[in-house]
Structure formats: structure tokens, C-alpha cells
């Protein structure tokens, strides 16, 4: 079945960028996401990537996907005390019943140290 | 537009007590969903709704039943709660049913069961 991984933490200092790997493994995905959490709050949809990109960007976030190897990644530039959360990857996946699914990572945590 | 709402936002349950979980979205979407959220394990999904009518099991069905009551509503019930039930529960609905970017999520409802 369809898995993504993640690292569980990262810790950056204020002002520096972040970047959060993530790897999956379903060659058939479409879309592959970025969503934040926030302590006690549900899950933000940041960004997304449509399968035929290699990189959006937008304000501060970046995300570059490479195929080949099935890894995406999410850049923050300037992080600020603001970004720490946790950041889910997630791959979209066709299921039955004409449906889709999104496999979720575990989620790294980011801690911004001021 | 007040997105995805669930009830209750918290809620104690003792062993074998049951209960439903309220979801409702308000975005005209087809699709919905209800995940789990364990530490260190993601998302989960517990079941979906592609349309409907219609309702399919995620990766982890066991102990909950759903109910898509209309195209706005679909709630879950633990007819027998169990500690291994202690979660936060998430719905989410999406746009239709093959296509659209992304899922919405909900605030979430954190159940303790005792």
C-alpha cells in the first residue's frame, strides 16, 4: 500500500529556513500536499503541488518535487516563532468506489527556537 | 462560510459507553471523511463517504459505525467505546469526488475514554 515518511522533528533558529523532507511512494499520485498544525488546532492545508511540477512557490514556502525519487520537500524561508507546528505530507491516492484518499505522513514537529 | 464544524469539541467517555460524533460542512462538497489522530502515528482513516448514500471503510473501521445522513452531514458512532478509542477524531469533506486539490479539515474532537 501507498506509505510516506517523514522525520518526526527539526528544530531551526529564528531567521534561518526550515526544510522538511518527506518521501511516498505511490508513483501514481497527483497531487502531493503540505498541511500545518498548530497545537490543539486542526490541520491548515499550506500548499500543494500538482504531479506534473517540480516546484511552486509561494511567499515564504517553497516545495520541490522530484519524482524520480518519489521526495518532496518543504522550504520555509525566514522561519519565524509563528512556523512551529507540526507539518503533515500527505499523497493523493485513487480508492474504490471512484473516490481518492490522502495518505498522511506522521508528521514532523518544528520547533523555532528564538 | 463556517467550512467543517464538528461536536462536541471534547467529551469523557467511560469503558462501553457509546456516543456520536457530530460533523457537518456547509461547502457543498460531495466527499467526507473521518480520521484519528494518535501521537507519533498521523492521520488515520476511519471511514468515508465518496457521495451521498454511500459510505466505505478506511484503514482502521473496527469499533465505529457511520452514518452519511446528507450531502452535509456524516457522523460517527462508537457503539461500545474502548480506551484504545482515546483520539482526536477529525472530519473532513472535499470538493467532488475524483478531482479537487485537497480535503478540509475540521477543528476536531479530543474524546477521552476511561
Known amino acids: 500500500g501507498e506509505d510516506v515518511e517523514q522525520s518526526l522533528f527539526l528544530s531551526v533558529r529564528e531567521g534561518d529556513s526550515s526544510v522538511i523532507n518527506c518521501t511516498y511512494t505511490?508513483?501514481?499520485?497527483?497531487?502531493l500536499y503540505w498541511y500545518k498544525q498548530e497545537p490543539g488546532a486542526g490541520l491548515q492545508l499550506l500548499t500543494y503541488?500538482?504531479?506534473?511540477?517540480d516546484m511552486k512557490q509561494d511567499q515564504r514556502l517553497t516545495v520541490l518535487l522530484n519524482k524520480k525519487d518519489k521526495h518532496l520537500s518543504l522550504r520555509i524561508a525566514d522561519t519565524q516563532t509563528g512556523d512551529s507546528a507540526i507539518y503533515f505530507c500527505?499523497?493523493?491516492?485513487?480508492?474504490?468506489?471512484?473516490?481518492?484518499?490522502?495518505?498522511f505522513g506522521k508528521g514532523t514537529k518544528l520547533s523555532v527556537i528564538p | 462560510n463556517a467550512g467543517v464544524t464538528q461536536t462536541p469539541k471534547f467529551q469523557v467517555l467511560k469503558t462501553g459507553q457509546s456516543m456520536t460524533l457530530q460533523c457537518a460542512q456547509d461547502?457543498?462538497?460531495?466527499?467526507m471523511y473521518w480520521y484519528r489522530q494518535d501521537p507519533g502515528m498521523g492521520l488515520r482513516l476511519i471511514y468515508y463517504?465518496?457521495?451521498?448514500?454511500?459510505?466505505d471503510k478506511g484503514e482502521v473501521p473496527n469499533g465505529y459505525n457511520v452514518s452519511r445522513l446528507n450531502k452535509r452531514e456524516f457522523s460517527l458512532r462508537l457503539e461500545s467505546a474502548a480506551p484504545s478509542q482515546t483520539s482526536v477524531y477529525f472530519c473532513?469533506?472535499?470538493?467532488?469526488?475524483?478531482?479537487?486539490?485537497?480535503?478540509?479539515f475540521g477543528p476536531g474532537t479530543r474524546l477521552l475514554v476511561l
Open positions: 503541488i500538482f504531479s506534473n511540477m
Open positions: 500527505a499523497e493523493k491516492g485513487y480508492s474504490g468506489a471512484g473516490s481518492y484518499q490522502l495518505t
Open positions: 463517504s465518496a457521495s451521498e448514500g454511500t459510505t
Open positions: 461547502m457543498n462538497h460531495n466527499s
Open positions: 473532513a469533506s472535499s470538493e467532488i469526488v475524483t478531482g479537487g486539490p485537497t480535503q478540509y
Open positions: 505511490d508513483s501514481s499520485s497527483t497531487y
